[in-house]
């Protein structure tokens, strides 16, 4: 058994030491140390780029299989239309490497999503997005190999409960991620999708709904990313985090009205949910049928900062801070504990619940430590 410091492996450089870690880099022997470890009735985790964890000091006393797995596979025989192209993709596969193949191909739907840290495996899990695109718009179907069958099948994305940073599996479907599979667009001329968001909008100089040069877009998307510290840069220690800390909040438009009117909010789609009527009955209009109240999304930067925690806070004698570019990230200053970490996650957590009466949730997954 080796003892490995698992903050070797996370972009926030905290963690004490795996019982033992397991590197895969096929598919097969991903399926094997997951299979044998499951069989052992060992604690287990799988670990993909490391960026969105916070593994305690004490370290995990389990097996560790880290996912080295790499791969990009353009599926010629399959798509949903002339204009779309099916990619498979190992889920061990850097997810910038990824965005980066993509534009090199000509293909749209992840352009904006360029920067993020992290392993492909892992974006179904948080159903990651950013300025206007979210993976649930062009996910397919992952491969995944069940914990408790030990099955391993195709999963339609309809059938994955995507969310706001939610899945299936963050519900409690226990297993591991193989593969990916996408669909993305062909729009000639090497164009993006539509520009969704307003902030990507305005630094392209163009309208709401433009189409531009798919390189034009990432370059745009790493620089905005980087001016808050959210590209990982050896150089810059705002970097050494685990990128956005916690989960934009999402209220009634009631409550909302009660914060100050320059908080920012978003309007939050509702999605009607499936109705059985009885066979001859009148089917009725969308219009009438109760949703529930009106809900919009809040800032957790902007909650964080108005709450009095400002960029570059520290507590006092500890080597976790906010990031002196983002109030949403709590960056390592060098030498920080997991326990730092967590410590100043708690007082900002404390701090926004006593100005707003909100409570903001973490949105790195947590091992062996509770905010």
Same mark, same amino acid.
Request: aromatic letters at 6%.
């Given at each position: 058994?080796?003892?490995?410091p698992?903050?070797?492996?996370?972009t926030? *450089?905290?963690?004490?030491?795996?019982?033992?870690?397991?590197t895969?880099?096929?598919?097969? *022997?991903?399926?094997?140390?997951?299979v044998?470890?499951?069989?052992?009735?060992?604690? $287990?985790?799988?670990l993909?780029?490391?960026?969105?964890?916070i593994?305690?000091?004490?370290?995990?006393?389990?097996t560790?299989?880290?996912?080295?797995?790499?791969?990009?596979?353009r599926?010629?025989?399959?798509?949903?239309?002339?204009n779309?192209s099916?990619?498979?993709v190992?889920a061990?596969?850097?997810?910038d490497?990824?965005?980066?193949?993509?534009?090199?191909e000509g293909?749209? @739907? #992840?352009e904006?999503?360029?920067?993020?840290?992290g392993?492909?495996?892992?974006a179904?899990?948080?159903n990651i997005?950013?300025? @206007?695109?979210?993976?649930?718009?062009? /996910?397919? =179907?992952?491969?995944?190999?069940?914990?408790y069958?030990?099955?391993?099948s $195709?999963?339609?994305?309809?059938d994955l409960?995507?969310?706001?940073?939610?899945?299936?599996? &963050?519900q409690?479907?226990e297993?591991?991620?193989?593969?990916?599979?996408l669909?993305?667009?062909?729009y000639?001329?090497?164009l993006?999708?539509?520009?969704a968001?307003?902030?990507?909008?305005s630094?392209?100089?163009?309208?709401?709904?433009?189409?531009?040069?798919?390189a034009?877009?990432?370059?745009?998307?790493? &620089?905005?990313?980087?001016?808050?510290g959210?590209?990982?840069?050896?150089?810059?220690?705002?970097?050494t985090?685990?990128?956005s800390?916690?989960?934009?909040?999402?209220?009634?438009?009631?409550?909302?009205?009660?914060?100050?009117?320059?908080a920012?909010?978003?309007?939050?789609? &509702?999605t009607?949910?499936?109705?059985? /009527?009885?066979?001859?009955?009148d089917?009725?209009?969308?219009?009438?049928?109760?949703?529930?109240p009106?809900?919009?999304?809040?800032?957790? =930067? $902007?909650?964080i900062e108005?709450?009095g925690?400002?960029?570059?806070?520290?507590?006092?004698?500890s080597k976790?801070?906010?990031?002196?570019?983002?109030?949403?990230? #709590?960056?390592?200053r060098?030498?920080a504990?997991?326990?730092?970490?967590?410590?100043?996650?708690?007082?900002v *957590?404390?701090?926004?619940?006593?100005?707003?009466?909100?409570?903001l949730?973490?949105?790195?997954?947590?091992?062996?430590v509770?905010?």
């Open positions: 058994m080796t003892s490995v698992l903050s070797t492996l996370t926030i *450089q905290v963690g004490g030491p795996a019982r033992e870690l397991i895969v880099t096929t598919r097969e *022997q991903l399926i094997e140390a997951a044998d470890t499951w069989d052992s009735n060992e604690p $287990w985790l799988i993909g780029g490391g960026s969105n964890t593994v305690a000091d004490e370290g995990f006393d389990g560790v299989i880290h996912v080295a797995t790499t791969g990009i596979e599926q010629q025989d399959i798509s949903r239309s002339p779309h099916t990619i498979r190992a061990g596969e850097n997810w490497n990824l965005v980066a193949w993509s534009i090199s293909l749209a @739907g #992840i904006a999503l360029s920067g993020i840290p392993s492909t495996g892992a179904p899990i948080q997005g950013a300025y @206007g695109q979210e993976l649930s718009s062009v /996910l397919t =179907a992952v491969e995944f190999l069940d914990r069958t030990q099955e391993i $195709w999963i339609p994305a309809a409960a995507l969310g706001y940073r939610d899945s299936v599996f &963050k409690g479907k297993g591991v991620v193989l593969t990916v599979e669909s993305l667009a062909s000639g001329e090497n993006s999708a539509p520009i968001f307003p902030q990507l909008a630094a392209l100089g163009v309208e709401l709904g433009a189409q531009v040069a798919l034009e877009v990432r370059e745009t998307v790493l &620089k905005l990313r980087a001016s808050k959210m590209v990982l840069d050896p150089a810059d220690p705002d970097t985090s685990a990128g800390f916690f989960m934009n909040p999402i209220v009634t438009e009631n409550f909302a009205r009660n914060l100050p009117a320059d920012p909010r978003f309007p939050v789609q &509702k009607q949910q499936d109705r059985v /009527l009885p066979l001859g009955a089917v009725p209009p969308l219009a009438s049928v109760d949703a529930g009106n809900l919009v999304k809040l800032s957790a =930067a $902007w909650l108005n709450a925690v400002k960029k570059g806070y520290s507590i006092p004698g976790a801070g906010i990031s002196t570019k983002h109030t949403l990230a #709590i960056t390592n060098g030498g504990t997991a326990a730092e970490v967590v410590g100043l996650a708690t007082y *957590q404390a701090m926004v619940q006593s100005h707003f009466g909100i409570i949730y973490p949105e790195p997954n947590l091992i062996g509770e905010i």
